[in-house]
T-cell receptor
Framework: AQSVSQHNHHVILSEAASLELGCNYS??????LFWYVQYPGQHLQLLLK??????LVKGIKGFEAEFIKSKFSFNLRKPSVQWSDTAEYFC??????????????FGTGTLLAVQP | GAVVSQHPSRVICKSGTSVKIECRSL??????MFWYRQFPKQSLMLMAT?????????EQGVEKDKFLINHASLTLSTLTVTSAHPEDSSFYIC??????????????FGPGTRLTVL
């Protein structure tokens, strides 16, 4: 069965600090990987996704993530965080080409608090 | 585009009553919608996959008679929590699948419904 692990449950950073959130998944086949963000009081939004090709993917708001197949990882990064990045971040995975199965398996989420 | 709404956003009910939650895709048609449940400080857990015009597919451990899903049109899926009990209190989130090109189906999420059962 697929599973997703997010090791950082709660991260506190000062503005301008660099961010890296870990995500590891367990599945041996083709996977599609996602990072979602949930701002306070808002619904989940897609930050970025990886299907194939360049393992370094760029998303909205200056976020990027790198897929390292050998490590089953898809860590999220941002060089310089802002107060407005305060939110909960979820890593998710589904199996199959083009998201064929569409069953998203979510990690437990990382709550990021950015202090001004 | 690709907006998903849920109604109600919050509901409080007495134990033993049934509650219906609606999920609508506002500007696109969705043959498939998903229902998730999120407990405090935990992740989203997929409950069921709702397909327009057919029976929903439930995940292991989810009682289909407890959580009734109806996907009667291409823009509406409903989740009915029957005979709700306090342990059903949770945050219920739906998503709708939209075809985005190159065969990729992306899920768009609704804002969620907070259910509190007294």
């Amino acid at each position: 069965a697929q599973s997703v692990s997010q090791h950082n449950h709660h991260v506190i950073l000062s503005e301008a600090a660099s961010l890296e959130l870990g995500c590891n998944y367990s599945y041996g086949g083709t996977v599609n990987l996602f990072w979602y963000v949930q701002y306070p009081g808002q619904h989940l939004q897609l930050l970025l996704k990886y299907f194939s090709g360049d393992p370094l993917v760029k998303g909205i708001k200056g976020f990027e993530a790198e897929f390292i197949k050998s490590k089953f990882s898809f860590n999220l990064r941002k060089p310089s965080v802002q107060w407005s990045d305060t939110a909960e971040y979820f890593c998710a995975v589904n199996a199959g080409y083009g998201g064929a199965t569409n069953k998203l398996i979510f990690g437990t989420g990382t709550l990021l608090a950015v202090q001004p | 585009g690709a907006v998903v709404s849920q109604h109600p956003s919050r509901v409080i009910c007495k134990s033993g009553t049934s509650v219906k939650i609606e999920c609508r895709s506002l500007d696109f048609q969705a043959t498939t919608m998903f229902w998730y449940r999120q407990f405090p400080k935990q992740s989203l857990m997929l409950m069921a996959t709702s397909n327009e015009g057919s029976k929903a597919t439930y995940e292991q451990g989810v009682e289909k008679d407890k959580f009734l899903i109806n996907h009667a049109s291409l823009t509406l899926s409903t989740l009915t929590v029957t005979s709700a009990h306090p342990e059903d209190s949770s945050f219920y989130i739906c998503s709708a699948r939209a075809l985005r090109g190159r065969g990729y189906n992306e899920q768009f999420f609704g804002p969620g419904t907070r259910l509190t059962v007294l």
